[in-house]
């Protein structure tokens, strides 16, 4: 693959930690960046080579790197998760998605299955809009309604729906966090982004996976519901999932040690 970044490193604001040789790659979320993880990394650090990043757009990576026209679908980040790969020459790659890095990080395993090992998706949607017999969550016009939201008032909006998101509402800082979060991403970015996501149809993919998966889902996930998280379990070749007694989207804020827990007994039980 081409690396079109002079300073891939800088690009994608690259952090390496950890004692260990077997790479685990972090991958955040939609309106977040690799501060995200912060509660869970450390669990990993003694065993694990730790890759956190950005991606282009997001946090401190390279925004001029940005265009709409790159970042038109899933598979440019994807892209991107395998230009950071190669550049770093891993290689049994555990890798750790979140919400819509889930299916970005399944895209990449299809495109270079050689680099990893193992595939952790925490808040997996394959498909945001209900369909036939599928439940996604989301009618379409629904989703409609959101990005028309999002272009008309993407603060607003931000301010609104980060607490649905986050859930926990007797936690109200995390909601303010993840507002936060939402607010510091440039808004034509975000817009973009949020297109390529909830309008995203990946379910003929899925079966594509080549690698075990566990799938992390919320008890309680007003974005991808616990019909998804089954959906996507039974429809790879080797899923496992694990319902968290955590609620909300971002288990990995919320609830980092049952996340970091599940995580853990997953990968030894596959080693």
Known sequence: MTNQFKDIDQAFNISILGKGTQPMVFAHGYGCDQNMWRFVYPYFQEKY???????IGAGNSDIS???????NSLESYANDVLA??????LK???F???SVSAMIGMLASIKAPSLFSKLILIGPSPCY??????IGGFDKE???????????????????????IMGNEDRPQLGKELSNS??????????NFARVTFLSDNREDLQKVSHPCLILQCSQDVIAPTEVGKYVANTVKDGTLKILKATGHCPNLSAPEETAEAMINFLENNP
Do not use: R
């Open 49 to 55: 080579k730790v890759i956190l990043f950005d991606y």
């Open 65 to 71: 790197a940005y265009t709409n026209e790159k970042y």
């Open 84 to 89: 950071i790969c190669e550049h770093l020459k």
């Open 92 to 94: 049994d790659i555990i």
């Open 96 to 98: 750790v998605g979140h």
């Open 129 to 134: 809009i209900n369909k036939e017999n599928y």
């Open 142 to 164: 629904s989703i409609d309604e959101l990005l028309e939201a999002l272009d008309s008032n993407y603060l607003g909006w931000s301010q609104n729906m980060a607490p649905v």
């Open 182 to 191: 939402f607010c510091n991403t440039d808004p034509e970015i975000a817009k």
